[in-house]
């Protein structure tokens, strides 16, 4: 299977403590994306890389999230320091340019649960 | 900015009966119009997407959607439902062809 795949699909963490998540694209997709849904709510974008220059981070990204894609390969997203508000799914998306438009193909998520 | 509402949060249907899952977006230009579905544990997969031309489009599984840009909707529909059609089923937009903003959800409960 060449889909989007994301490590490690749960993560249970201590309030306080670093979490570092990794998303491994669709070969030879420019495009990453990770998104953070929580419980009962749509996914809401965080940021996006094309290539391995970040292009855009939402509001919802604050200084205690970073994410990398060296290379232009797999991305990580770590945050520090977590929050019980940090519980969530995260999602990562990978799209290459089909025609007009970049469609998005979604991974599995991984679930963080803060306690 | 762009915006989606879900109207129903829960559908319930009886199976092989048909639904309708309402959605409106907000935009002030013209956007990418999508439905996606989330099984249990899974990730998203698109069911069917709007980006220009026919306003009647069709997805996998024997769901489509009408484009109506006067009442700014994209309503789904499936003339007629399975068990296995159980899922929450997510309205979206997409402008300038990069990040995606989705609606809150709509989970469609299949009864016997």
């Known amino acids: 299977d060449t889909g989007v795949s994301q490590d490690p699909r749960h993560k249970i963490t201590k309030r306080g403590q670093n979490v570092t998540f990794r998303c491994d694209p669709i070969s030879e997709h420019n495009r990453l994306y990770w998104y953070r849904q929580t419980l009962g709510q749509g996914p809401e974008f965080l940021t996006y890389?094309?290539?391995?220059?970040?292009?855009?981070k939402s509001r919802l990204l604050s200084d205690r999230f970073s994410a990398e894609r060296p290379k232009g390969s797999f991305s990580t997203l770590e945050i520090q320091r977590t929050e019980q508000g940090d519980s969530a799914m995260y999602l990562c998306?990978?799209?290459?340019?089909?025609?007009?438009?970049?469609?998005?193909?979604f991974g599995p998520g991984t679930r963080l649960t803060v306690t | 900015a762009q915006s989606v509402t879900q109207l129903d949060s829960q559908v319930p249907v009886f199976e092989e009966a048909p639904v309708e899952l309402r959605c409106n977006y907000s935009s002030s230009v013209s956007v990418y119009l999508f439905w996606y579905v989330q099984y249990p544990n899974q990730g998203l997969q698109l069911l069917l997407k709007y980006l220009s031309g026919s306003t009647l489009v069709k997805g996998i599984n024997g769901f489509e959607a009408e484009f109506n840009k006067s009442q700014t909707s994209f309503h789904l529909r499936k003339p007629s439902v399975h068990i296995s059609d159980t899922a929450e089923y997510f309205c979206?937009?997409?402008?300038?062809?990069?990040?995606?903003?989705f609606g809150k959800g709509t989970r469609l409960h299949i009864l016997p």
């Open positions: 998306a990978s799209s290459s340019r089909t025609g007009k438009f970049y469609e998005q193909y």
């Open positions: 890389f094309q290539n391995e220059a970040q292009l855009e």
């Open positions: 979206a937009v997409s402008y300038r062809d990069d990040k995606i903003i």
